[in-house]
C-alpha cells in the first residue's frame, strides 16, 4: 500500500498541538518510618534536656527487724540527658517568566517546588534521625550544630559482631564502632529482645533495610499470614512478630543503614522543636527575577531512655 498522492500526514504538518500529559509520576519515596512513628513535643531552648530515673536494685533479703529504727536508704537520683537542636534546610526558586507560563501537571511551579523540597527534607531528617552514626555537637559560628542520632544513643541492647563497640555511654555524645558483619538471625533478634524485657523496656517496633526485612521473613516467630484460598495471592511479606515479651511490629525503611536493624519502644523516643520551627516555608528576599524560598525545620532527638529499645547490628546487607 502506497499513501495517496498530495495526501497530507502529520509528518509535514505545521501547527499539530503536542499531547503533554497534566500527571506527574514520581517513584521516590517519601516514607520517614522513624519520625512518623514517635511523639512531637516543643522545645525552649538550643540545647534540649530531660531526666531519666531508675529504680533501686531488687533487694530479695528486704527483711527489718519488728520495732526496729528506720535507717534511710540512699536517695533516688535522676539522671540529666540533653541534645543539640540541628538545623536542615532546603531552598528553591524559580524565575518570574516561569511562573508566568502554563505548566502542566502543576498549576504554580514555585508551589509545587516548595511541596517537592518539603517532602525531600522531611526525608532528610528521618535518615539523619535513624541512619546516621553521628554524635551531639553544640557547633559554632562556623560548625553546624548537630543531634545525636538513635545509634549515639542505643548502647544497653545491643547484639554486634566482632570488633564492634557501642557508645562509651548512652548519652549521645559519643558515636558505634562497626563490627564484623554477620547474618542478621531470629537468635540475635530474641536476645536483644531479652535484653530489652530484662531491662524493663517494651518494644513495639522493629525497624531493618530491605534485604534484612526479607531475612525476618523466614523467622518462626512471624504471624503467620493469612489469605482466602480462592483470592490465588502468595504471601511473603510478615508485618508483625509475636515474641516471648509482646508483639512488634516490623517495617521496612530505606533510611536507616542496612547493616542495622533497630528494636524500638516508640513511647521511649521524641523529636522535639523549637517554637515554629517544626517544618516552616519562608520567602527570600527579592534580589534577582526570581521568586525564592526555603523550607526550614530545627530539631533535636530526645532518647527519654535508651534501654527501652537496643539494636542488632552489623548485619549483613547484600
Not at 124 to 134: C, E, F, K, M, P
Not at 139 to 146: D, E, L, P, V, Y
Not at 182 to 205: C, D, H, S
Not at 218 to 223: H, L, P, V, W
Request: glycine share 8%; proline share 3%; aromatic share 6%.
Amino acid at each position: 500500500m502506497t499513501i495517496p498522492t498530495g495526501a497530507q500526514t502529520t509528518y509535514p504538518t505545521i501547527g499539530n498541538r503536542e499531547d503533554l500529559s497534566d500527571e506527574i509520576w514520581k517513584i521516590s519515596p517519601t516514607e520517614t518510618p522513624f519520625f512518623s512513628a514517635v511523639e512531637k513535643i516543643g522545645t525552649k531552648a538550643v540545647k534540649h534536656e530531660w531526666q531519666t530515673v531508675a529504680l533501686d536494685a531488687v533487694n530479695t533479703g528486704n527483711a527489718q527487724l519488728e520495732g526496729d529504727t528506720v535507717a534511710l536508704d540512699n536517695a533516688t537520683l535522676t539522671t540529666r540527658l540533653g541534645n543539640n537542636h540541628q538545623i536542615s534546610r532546603k531552598a528553591y526558586g524559580v524565575s518570574r517568566t516561569q511562573q508566568a507560563v502554563n505548566p502542566a501537571g502543576r498549576g504554580n511551579e514555585f508551589d509545587f517546588q516548595k511541596l517537592l523540597k518539603g517532602q525531600a527534607l522531611k526525608i532528610d531528617i528521618d535518615s539523619i534521625l535513624s541512619g546516621t552514626n553521628q554524635a551531639t555537637n553544640a557547633g559554632n559560628t562556623t560548625t553546624a550544630r548537630k543531634t545525636a542520632s538513635i545509634l549515639s544513643w542505643i548502647k544497653t541492647n545491643t547484639d554486634k559482631g566482632a570488633s564492634g563497640v557501642d557508645p562509651a555511654a548512652a548519652d549521645g555524645t559519643g558515636t558505634r564502632t562497626d563490627g564484623t558483619q554477620i547474618a542478621f538471625t531470629e537468635v540475635r533478634l530474641k536476645n536483644v529482645l531479652q535484653k530489652i524485657w530484662t531491662a524493663g523496656g517494651k518494644p513495639n517496633l522493629v525497624m531493618a533495610g530491605g534485604f534484612n526485612k526479607q531475612a525476618f521473613s523466614t523467622f518462626t516467630g512471624r504471624s503467620t499470614p493469612m489469605e482466602q484460598a480462592t483470592s490465588r495471592r502468595i504471601v511473603a511479606a510478615v508485618d508483625a512478630y509475636d515474641s516471648d515479651f509482646g508483639k512488634l511490629k516490623v517495617v521496612p525503611s530505606r533510611n536507616i543503614r542496612a547493616r542495622d536493624v533497630l528494636v524500638l519502644e516508640t513511647a521511649k523516643w521524641a523529636v522535639g522543636h523549637l517554637p515554629g520551627s517544626a517544618m516552616v516555608s519562608e520567602p527570600l528576599a527579592k534580589v534577582s527575577d526570581t521568586d525564592q524560598g526555603f523550607m526550614v525545620s530545627e530539631y533535636a532527638l530526645e532518647a527519654r531512655n535508651e534501654a527501652a529499645s537496643g539494636g542488632v547490628f552489623d548485619c549483613t546487607s547484600a
